[in-house]
């Protein structure tokens, strides 16, 4: 693919919401160089790719992120422990990798930053990736409810 003012005005977009949305410095690791788009019928980036791999989508109604299993591999890879984690009980992983919901009632442990609507990185003990998708409840909810949804998984690992 070759690089153009648009191309590169493109990287430099989707770079700056993953830095707003995961916090700085974020957005240079989460998408390389080597990264391409998809877009819209209008023009406008919709997925970033790697390869064959969706990294993530850029959601038409808010503009920010939602991670497609390898970006969620990625952002694991990047940001330490709790950060943007929902920890589950390890007897509900192996449904939660094929791609079920996590239940509030479920999980151990969450960021205390999660916020109703962030996209979140869902782990096993010993922080192992199960899945990515959004948070139902801020952190402290999750951890405190025992009923509802706590994350809406989009993506389980395959």
């Given at each position: 693919?070759?690089?153009?003012?648009?191309?590169?005005?493109?990287?430099?977009?989707?770079?700056?919401?993953?830095?707003?949305?995961?916090?700085?410095?974020?957005?240079?690791?989460?998408?390389?160089?080597?990264?391409?788009?998809?877009?819209?019928?209008?023009?406008?980036?919709?997925n970033?790719?790697?390869?064959?791999?969706?990294?993530?989508?850029?959601r038409?109604?808010?503009?920010?992120?939602?991670?497609?299993?390898?970006?969620?591999?990625?952002?694991?890879?990047?940001?330490?422990?709790?950060?943007?984690?929902?920890?589950?009980?390890?007897?509900?992983?192996?449904?939660?990798?094929?791609?079920?919901?996590?239940?509030?009632?479920?999980?151990?442990?969450?960021?205390?930053?999660?916020?109703?609507?962030?996209?979140?990185?869902?782990?096993?003990?010993?922080?192992?990736?199960?899945?990515?998708?959004?948070a139902?409840?801020?952190?402290?909810?999750?951890?405190?409810?025992?009923y509802?949804?706590?994350v809406?998984?989009?993506s389980?690992?395959?």
């Open positions: 693919m070759s690089t153009n003012c648009f191309e590169t005005s493109s990287h430099e977009r989707v770079r700056t919401i993953a830095d707003l949305q995961f916090g700085r410095g974020v957005g240079a690791l989460l998408f390389p160089d080597e990264v391409g788009f998809t877009r819209s019928t209008t023009g406008r980036v919709r970033i790719m790697l390869g064959r791999d969706r990294l993530a989508t850029i038409a109604q808010d503009g920010r992120l939602t991670l497609g299993i390898e970006g969620a591999r990625r952002l694991h890879a990047i940001l330490p422990a709790p950060s943007y984690r929902v920890v589950i009980l390890d007897e509900v992983e192996e449904f939660v990798a094929a791609g079920k919901n996590a239940m509030a009632r479920h999980v151990v442990m969450a960021d205390p930053m999660i916020r109703a609507g962030d996209e979140v990185l869902v782990v096993a003990s010993g922080d192992q990736l199960v899945a990515t998708g959004t139902m409840l801020s952190g402290d909810e999750m951890t405190a409810c025992m509802g949804v706590g809406n998984v989009r389980g690992r395959e």
